[in-house]
């Protein structure tokens, strides 16, 4: 049994603006044949959910303490990455456990890796997202293999983030959101800076991945 007793934690509250309830959350961001109203209201979310993530960060925890948010729904996890890679520079190592994710995540996922951003991904999703989005999960497969990194689904349903800076920061991310926003209700996380704790993270995760990378047949004993 893994364990880990953390060090207490001071943490700061962030205190954030709602905006207006999201509609249905699309799956992609190609707007390409849909009519401009709606081209338009879909840029404006995201520069909304970009903003929001921005703001989230705008004070990051000091050594061994915590901030803690409350986000729309508008706003994807990958967002805030995004924003905390813009912030940090790049990431030698990030570990991700996700229960699920939409086609625009894994975009921002590869972009990372191609550009540079993100040096090593490793991704652990749920078998639940696997047998509903199958033909997405032999994409995911597909492309981080092609990059040379690491995914596997298991009975997981933990939404954590383990995040190994090149600058030497170590920050951690656990809460209740996927990398996709719920589309219909509000999410909540927290951003750790804690050493030991991004450490811990990082070991269960590179444990699941040992024992049930590559078993995609839905037979994970």
């Not at 995914?151 to 954590?160: G, I």
């Amino acid at each position: 049994m893994i364990h880990f007793e953390p060090r207490p934690l001071c943490f700061e509250p962030s205190s954030l603006r709602f905006g207006q309830p999201a509609e249905q959350d699309e799956d992609d961001l190609d707007t390409a044949g849909l009519p401009l109203p709606t081209q338009i209201r879909l840029r404006a979310r995201r520069m909304a959910a970009i903003a929001e993530a921005k703001g989230i960060l705008e004070h990051l925890p000091e050594p061994g303490c915590s901030t803690h948010a409350i986000t729309s729904c508008r706003l994807d996890l990958t967002d805030v990455l995004t924003a905390l890679l813009e912030r940090l520079g790049p990431c030698d190592r990030m570990l991700i456990a996700t229960l699920g994710y939409h086609r625009r995540n894994l975009k921002t996922l590869l972009s990372w890796l191609d550009t540079g951003a993100v040096r090593s991904l490793s991704l652990v999703a749920s078998k639940f997202f696997r047998s509903h989005n199958g033909a997405l999960w032999s994409e995911t497969l597909e492309q981080l293999h092609q990059r040379g990194q690491r995914a596997a689904c298991t009975d997981s349903h933990a939404k954590v983030v383990a995040m190994f800076f090149a600058s030497g920061e170590k920050l951690s991310i656990e809460g209740s959101q996927n990398l996709c926003g719920n589309g219909s209700a509000r999410e909540q996380f927290a951003l750790i800076r804690h050493d030991e704790l991004t450490e811990w993270h990082s070991r269960w995760i590179d444990d699941l991945l040992e024992r049930f990378e590559g078993k995609d047949d839905g037979e994970d004993g």
